[in-house]
């Protein structure tokens, strides 16, 4: 490790901040666009919704897609380098969008936007993993992954209400959101030290990882891997859905008022942030109680999943979508990431990282796609609700199967110990 990282106490704090407005800036471009289609629409032509719709869609198939391949680069050369050129696109990509005067150029900015924000997660999270002391790798990811609560509460009203009731045009939220990439580049490059390792550690790390993959049996497609995986898709399958239907399915089938489902909706998000901290602080002291946590935050996130279709009257409802938000997504995510982390070599985090995310995020494609077919076919959305608490009942007892009882019966090696 570089010599100003081992004399710097404070480094992993430092790194802390800056993931954590990497995070913001990704999820207020993530959420910006979605209440200005409208003047987006009226100002490239007219545009229909299927037109604007494939806008998210490019974006998240890019990102997606970007994870695997991301997670290797980040590896082979490490985070500083692959995320300062990334986030250099994404401001760019972020500019092309603002100044689009046709929604081909809105696609291509789309395009660019998803594949440079693909290359932050393993980044990111290698980085924490990398760097953050052991007693609080967990509530480290928590803080960082709160900047996507952060992000996603500025995007939504920062462009509703600067766009939608003070009627500043929507090419000046991507040029602001552009800025502040930009800004987050430079701390990037002030804050995040570029590792530097000798060829003869370089060749020892290679032949330990060799080793530790023989003999410890350490790859990335164990059965037990694939569980996560799987668990972090039904995880995220539920998020998406519950983001991108839930104020439509509480107007339809639920009776409230288009003007209140956005505060209604938002319950999730603020309720997610204190839940993620509590129980990864949690964690960081009773590192043996991990798995278990896991567990019954899969358990929790598809009753309150199912609660929320069954709620008799308003006030269940709430308590379901705040529950939801203690249990759900950003609740699991630091405490699965300091799993998968931990459970593989040290050069082989990011790649890891990158395919449990691939898993994750695929269902960001699935999700809303599906929800809306079932919709369109059975005109309610009640099926997709049980599909999504249904995938985290399989994935509960997925991992208590696989996971939780395999790891009882073998000793813990050195790769997983805490």
Known sequence: MGQTVKNDPNYYKKIIIALFLGWVVIWIYRTLLTPIYPQIQESLGNISDTQVGLVA????????????????LVDKFGQKRVLIPAFIIFAIAAFIIGTSSTITQVYIGALFAGISTGSYYGAAFSLSAKHMPKDKKSFSNAIINSGSALGMVIGLIGSSVLVGSLEIKWNYMLFMTAILIIAVTFVFVLIIKQDKKSATEEASEGKKTTLDEDSQGTNLFSLNKLVVYFVYFATCYGYYMIVT????????????EQGSVGYVAALVAISAVPGALIFSKYIDKNSHMRLRLILLLLIGAAVTIGLTVFSPNPAVLYVALILYGLFGKLAIDPVLITYVSDSVASDRVAKALGFFNFFGMSSSVVAPTLTGYIGDITGSKVLAFYIAAILLAVAAILFFLVVMLREKKQPLTPLTQE
């Not at 869609?57 to 290797?72: D, H, K, R």
């Open 57 to 72: 869609s490019i974006y998240f198939f890019a990102y997606t897609g970007m994870q695997i391949p991301s997670g290797i």
């Open 245 to 256: 239907w839930l104020p439509s399915f509480l107007v339809a089938e639920k009776g409230f």
